[in-house]
């Protein structure tokens, strides 16, 4: 069973995609699509009633170590679909679902266990003895050597030495790089300021269907206010949070085409920052599934 009064552990958020596999084994695929440096696999859930046909739409979570309600998120959204599949909308079924919770579990853990502010994945440097972990979101393959990372490895930007150079990445990248047809849509979360963001950040450059884009993110913002009384700001990505190449939403753009790409930052505002208390997981959770139904209307 799950429950949403705490932040969980890899090996519960892992048991519960097995738990989710286990009850509906017809239309859940589990793969593990790589290992860390620690050796940790990387796990994302598939749910499809027809995997040949439908769109697709990928959600992430956890690339950075200390955005804690990031995995709680994906995990309830997860939660959200399975508790009651059969009576999810024709729209909701009619999609298959990409889900990774967790994709830097060595920081994930390093963050619960030894630094909580810990935002790297755990890869040991070539070049620097004591400094270890690269920046998920500044090692894809798209304006990877530009602005909004840094090359030292003792950085928390640290970009990696060359462009995907992180089984991480390199896992997430030949994973999607796949199953690009019919893909719609990439969402990947993390914390915080309360932000829907879509492409660019490695260019201050509008992006095309900037005006579909941002209609849906302020649609999602607005069900948001409705629900839980709580403001998200809808914005392009390189305005409100400057410049920043090789991340992974402007990646799955560019490298595979995806329309709907967001980048969805949850709360809070910097009140307790990383450090949001356990009681807000709910509240939370349930804003990050409004963008992704908001999102999946929007693909239908
Ligand atoms: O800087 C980031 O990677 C994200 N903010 S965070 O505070 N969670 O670290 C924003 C990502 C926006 N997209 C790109 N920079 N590509
Ligand atoms: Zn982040």
């Not at 579990?105 to 963050?111: A, R």
């Not at 690269?134 to 090359?151: E, P, T």
């Not at 995806?258 to 505002?269: F, G, H, P």
């Amino acid at each position: 069973g799950m429950h949403w009064n705490d932040y969980h552990s890899l090996d519960n958020i892992y048991a519960f995609m097995r738990e989710i596999r286990a009850k509906y084994p017809n239309i859940c695929r589990l793969y593990t699509i790589g290992q860390t440096a620690e050796g940790r696999d990387l796990k994302v859930l598939r749910i499809s009633e027809n995997p040949r046909e439908n769109k697709k739409i990928w959600i992430d979570g956890g690339i950075h170590a200390r955005e804690w309600i990031s995995p709680a998120t994906v995990t309830f959204i997860l939660y959200q679909l399975m508790n009651n599949w059969e009576n999810q909308p024709a729209h909701i079924r009619s999609l298959t679902w990409y889900i990774m919770p967790v994709m830097n579990p060595d920081g994930y853990q390093y963050s619960r266990t030894v630094n909580r502010l810990w935002r790297k994945n755990r890869s040991p440097s070539t070049r620097r003895q004591n400094c270890f972990g690269v920046d998920l979101n500044r090692n894809f393959d798209i304006g990877w050597n530009g602005f909004g990372s840094s090359k030292d490895p003792c950085s928390d930007v640290f970009r990696g030495d060359s462009a995907a150079s992180e089984l991480e990445t390199q896992a997430v990248a030949n994973f999607l790089a796949k199953r690009k047809y019919n893909l719609e849509a990439y969402l990947t979360y993390h914390s915080y300021g309360q932000m829907v963001v879509y492409p660019w950040a490695y260019k201050a450059v509008k992006v095309k269907d900037a005006s579909v884009l941002q209609r849906v993110a302020d649609t999602a913002v607005n069900r948001i206010a409705q629900k839980t009384g709580t403001t998200y700001q809808a914005a392009v990505t390189h305005q409100v949070l400057g410049i920043a190449g090789g991340g992974s939403d402007d990646w799955s753009r560019a490298a595979l085409g995806v329309k709907y790409v967001y980048t969805i930052e949850l709360r809070d505002r910097g009140a307790y920052g990383f450090i949001l208390p356990p009681k807000y997981i709910k509240d939370t959770a349930l804003e990050g599934w409004t963008v992704a139904e908001t999102v999946v209307q929007a693909i239908i």
